[in-house]
């Protein structure tokens, strides 16, 4: 019988491929319910809503100031801007510390932030359409926060 090692713990491999309610223990530590998390006053969504955006922060297509749940942040290669606009080196050079700001280091080369858009639950949808249809050199950061689907630990 082999052995197989995991993490430094040897591992008997009979034990290693059952199911976790035959094993005996709790492997992931204790669970959490939804509505316990933050003694009961926030779901996920509602803290992610209240506490990640800036505020004042509105939605980009209903203009609603709470219930905000998605942030896309679009960034397109520095050289492209460049190619595309030609004075775009001359607003690098006004103010170059406030252009590092918007810089952004990538596996894909040097990136400038160009768009930061914000929207609520429904609206959502409607924001990924519209961004799915830009230009491919374009990269888009989508982040929805928590949702209904996702384990939270």
Do not use: W
């Amino acid at each position: 019988m082999s052995i197989i090692k995991l993490d430094t713990k040897l591992v008997d491999p009979k034990t290693a491929l059952k199911s976790p309610k035959k094993m005996k223990g709790n492997t992931r530590g204790p669970v959490i319910h939804r509505r316990k998390l933050f003694g009961g006053t926030y779901t996920a969504q509602e803290y992610h809503a209240a506490f990640a955006f800036a505020p004042g922060a509105r939605c980009s297509g209903c203009g609603q100031t709470g219930g905000l749940q998605t942030r896309a942040v679009v960034f397109a290669p520095l050289d492209k801007m460049n190619a595309l606009d030609p004075d775009f080196e001359a607003i690098m050079c006004v103010d170059p510390m406030k252009f590092q700001e918007v810089l952004m280091p990538t596996k894909y080369g040097p990136m400038v932030r160009i768009s930061t858009v914000l929207a609520c639950v429904s609206c959502t949808p409607t924001l990924a359409k519209s961004l799915a249809k830009l230009p491919d050199y374009l990269l888009v950061d989508f982040n929805y926060g928590p949702g209904k689907d996702k384990v939270i630990g």
